[in-house]
């Protein structure tokens, strides 16, 4: 069997090779031609799925080993009945340790009591709930919105968006969508964002494009933390000049949340092969106990994982697509033995 896989996917020759030849190309190149031959298909978010890429070949599981879908015509994939299975979950825990420890940076450098804000999480899926549940740990007051939950479930405890938009601290965690009922493409604009103030603490860790950022460059904030961006990789400087925190769309990239990404898809392909899966695969992370005493939650937190060099290390806007392939190791929270509390969920 002939495999095509994303060469930024965690572990990808010890995870894949059983089930036959790798080709491994970065996922930005991955195109007609590379995929013509193959059985497999294995992505992150770099490689657009679609008719253009497909059409030519005999594919017959695309993987991706990332949440977002907005790379994935799935339609297509559908009428074409080619198997599609997607990470779903893998780096929630990730994307929610950088809105935390975004929000104790900023405290301390703003001197705030981080208990006496409220937290409007726009997108309450699986990293607005490990968001939101850290949040409680930590007696911050959440506000949270999500209608296509609302439309199915009496979740009588959510707001409208406007209301989440009017709290202390904003953070979308929607997925990038154009259609259906509740389309978040450009979901805070210029119709909303008066509901943001010079005193909202605005973070986007979504999707480029969820917020208008030709709005957003105009308007004053307390401080802006983006992590996704219109365009990527030609982010907009004026934004990342002025930002608190401009970091090259990392939030989701723990050593945890990219292996889970691989290893989700792996258990699906077993399952689609009918393969026995290895037992030891879940075994490849082993950072063993790592010890920390930064005395604070604010040095805990930065000495497990200072965002602040990712926004250094794009300082050079060229850098950001390297930077990304050749992501440090960020151990998630679970790893640590640490004198301070960590909230973890
Ligand atoms: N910056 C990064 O590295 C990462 C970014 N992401 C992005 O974050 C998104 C969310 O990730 P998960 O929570 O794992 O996905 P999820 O699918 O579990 O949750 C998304 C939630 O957004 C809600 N939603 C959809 N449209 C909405 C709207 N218009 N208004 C309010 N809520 C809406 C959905 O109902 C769902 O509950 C992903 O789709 C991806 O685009 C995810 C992981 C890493
Ligand atoms: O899971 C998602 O969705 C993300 O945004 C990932 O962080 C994307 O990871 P890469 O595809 O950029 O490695």
């Given at each position: ?7 930024t ?23 007609a ?10 992505v ?23 949440v ?7 339609d ?19 994307v ?17 009591n ?16 490990r968001?939101?549940?850290?949040s ?7 506000l ?6 609302q439309m ?5 405890n959510f ?8 709290a202390?601290?904003?953070?979308f965690?929607?997925p990038?969508?154009?259609d ?7 979901l805070?604009?210029e119709?909303n ?5 010079n ?6 860790a ?20 983006i992590d ?7 982010i ?5 000049n ?11 990239h ?9 290893f989700?898809v792996y258990?699906?392909?077993c ?18 106990e ?40 960020r ?7 640490s ?7």
């Amino acid at each position: 069997m002939k495999l095509v896989i994303d060469n930024t996917c965690y572990a990808y020759k010890e995870i894949f090779d059983c089930f036959g030849e790798i080709t491994a190309i970065a996922g930005r190149d991955i195109n007609a031609s590379s995929v013509k031959d193959a059985d497999v298909l294995i992505v992150r978010s770099r490689t657009q799925v679609n008719q253009a890429l497909l059409s030519g070949s005999q594919v017959k599981f695309v993987g991706s080993t990332v949440v977002g879908l907005d790379h994935v015509d799935q339609d297509y994939l559908k009428a074409k009945g080619t198997q599609f299975f997607s990470a779903q979950g893998c780096n929630s825990m990730a994307v929610a340790e950088f809105v935390i420890s975004t929000i104790v940076n900023l405290a301390n450098e703003l001197n705030f009591n981080y208990q006496k804000k409220t937290l409007g999480i726009i997108g309450v899926g699986n990293v607005g709930t490990r968001l939101a549940e850290k949040s409680k740990l930590m007696g911050i007051k959440t506000l949270l919105n999500d209608p296509p939950r609302q439309m199915h479930e009496s979740l009588d405890n959510f707001v409208d968006l406007n209301t989440a938009l009017s709290a202390d601290i904003v953070t979308f965690h929607t997925p990038l969508t154009v259609d259906g009922k509740h389309p978040s493409y450009q979901l805070l604009n210029e119709n909303n964002f008066h509901h943001i103030t010079n005193k909202t603490i605005l973070f986007n860790a979504a999707r480029g494009g969820v917020i208008k950022e030709a709005i957003w460059q105009k308007h004053k904030t307390l401080a802006n933390i983006i992590d996704c961006w219109e365009d990527e990789p030609n982010i907009n400087p004026s934004l990342q000049n002025t930002a608190y925190l401009a970091t090259p769309h990392i939030a989701g990239h723990s050593v945890d949340a990219k292996f889970m990404g691989s290893f989700i898809v792996y258990k699906a392909l077993c399952a689609f092969l009918g393969e026995k899966e290895d037992k030891n695969i879940r075994n490849l992370i082993n950072s063993g106990e790592l010890s920390i005493d930064g005395g604070n939650l604010k040095d805990t937190l930065n000495e497990i994982y200072d965002f602040q060099q990712d926004a250094n290390a794009i300082k050079d806007i060229n850098n950001f697509e390297d930077y990304r392939r050749n992501y440090p190791i960020r151990y998630e929270w679970h790893h640590f033995k640490s004198k301070t509390a960590l909230p973890i969920a």
